[in-house]
């Protein structure tokens, strides 16, 4: 068995957090596996309070809550520890590069430390993954029909490969659902409270209110009369359709209505 080799150590870690922003969102625990050059291994966790209220969707995903970190340090605390145990060594992970790593950069930030030092290398088994196995058509086909694509990108080959490939996998895996209202619904998942698809505008206290960006906890009607030209430019940006004709509704000053809302005529009844 080919065995990796060391000549210091590497530390791979993850990360739970309040969301998805590595601008603005926080840890909630981080754990280390330090693989050193003479074969040894050790693991460090431990859970953060964030100084800020994890969402609920966040904790659907993890399964920590504010009262799971209640009594935990803040980063800032465990700063110069964590350091410490990163400090001369290499990093590595799983799709750390796209977000893991540009969080735990921001929270050292934060903390008036520069991080990952100058010479730190970085692996990640995603990256090995997707360059050593391919994901297109061609590879699906191969994989769940036993056979190779012919006249690949021509549309009627390549759209009967991919009829064939949805229908094997229909037979390979039991819990792919067999109706087409049921595959939609796993892969676009419902965010309860959400404006728009993707989660970017939701209801909270009863108003909607962003979840991104620097107008990150800033109600709609809020952001019309401070943010005007940040939301035009979301107009242009590469959000989704139902988004965008929300934010252009409401700079036209017509805003949404909560579904089941009270009304003016249930108060007086």
């Not at 520890?81 to 799709?95: A, E, I, M, V």
């Not at 590069?97 to 934060?110: I, T, V, W, Y």
């Not at 036993?146 to 080959?157: K, M, P």
């Not at 949805?166 to 049921?182: C, E, G, I, K, T």
Request: hydrophobic share 40%.
């Amino acid at each position: 068995m080919r065995e990796l080799k060391l000549d210091r150590p590497l530390v791979f870690f993850d990360l739970e957090t309040t969301g998805l922003d590595t601008d603005k969102d926080r840890i909630v625990e981080v754990c280390t596996v330090a693989l050193m050059p003479d074969g040894q291994r050790s693991i460090w966790t431990q859970r953060i309070n964030p100084g800020v209220p994890i969402p609920a969707e966040a904790t659907a995903v993890h399964g920590i809550g504010d009262a799971d970190v209640a009594d935990c340090p803040r980063f800032a605390d465990l700063a110069e520890g964590l350091f410490s145990r990163l400090h001369g060594c290499d990093l590595g992970g799983y799709n750390i590069e796209r977000f893991d790593l540009k969080l735990l950069r921001q929270e050292f930030a934060r903390c008036g430390k520069s991080f990952p030092e100058n010479g730190t290398r970085i692996i990640d088994a995603y990256t090995v993954f997707a360059t050593r196995e391919r994901r297109d058509l061609t590879a699906a086909l191969r994989f769940y029909c036993g056979r190779d694509l012919q006249d690949a990108h021509s549309a009627q080959a390549d759209v009967l490969a991919t009829v064939d490939v949805l229908l094997a996998q229909l037979q390979r895996y039991d819990d792919l659902p067999d109706s087409v209202q049921a595959i939609h619904d796993e892969q676009h998942p419902h965010i309860p409270g959400a404006l728009d698809p993707d989660g970017k505008l939701m209801w909270q206290d009863g108003a909607p209110t962003f979840t991104f960006g620097r107008i990150k906890g800033v109600t709609l009607e809020r952001a019309v009369r401070s943010e005007s030209s940040y939301l035009r430019w979301l107009l242009t940006a590469s959000f989704s359709d139902e988004l965008k004709k929300i934010v252009a509704e409401a700079l036209a000053g017509r805003f949404p209505v909560r579904p089941n809302a009270p009304t003016a005529g249930d108060h007086e009844r």
